[in-house]
């Protein structure tokens, strides 16, 4: 039943997504199976993708999350962007990370979020956390990379 209920969101999402328009008049060089698959990619990308747990009571975190996604959207027109958070520890960079990542991640056809930055590096070095990066985001194995999971 619970599949089901997400077929229907998922189908729901689907229909209601604005900006797909296909004209034979205005650009003879389109076909329609390419605007196809280009919406499958899009909705497929939307199903496959699993939102990071954030926390169960968000007391002012959309606000937030509001304020970091418009400073991208004045930012970044449509070049690399990068937005620094910082602070002492304990006040929620890594939710508010999280929260940000979760609400643009639809946008983007490869993904990658690395937990504990520093931890990690100083465990396992920069060049570990390089091969992550090009393993979640491309899939390209470098120096024997494999991704270990942990359940």
Known sequence: MERLCRWKIALNQAANIAGY??????????????????????VSNKMKRTPLHVVDYPVGLKSRVSNVNSLLNEACNDEVCM??????GGIGKSTLARAVYNFIADQFECLCFLHNVRENSAKHGLEHLQEQLLYKTIRLKVNGYVERRSY
């Open 83 to 88: 937005i620094g958070i910082h602070g002492t």
């Open 21 to 42: 328009h296909f004209n034979i008049g205005s650009d003879m060089n389109e076909y329609e199976h390419t605007l196809i698959g280009d919406i499958v990619q899009a």
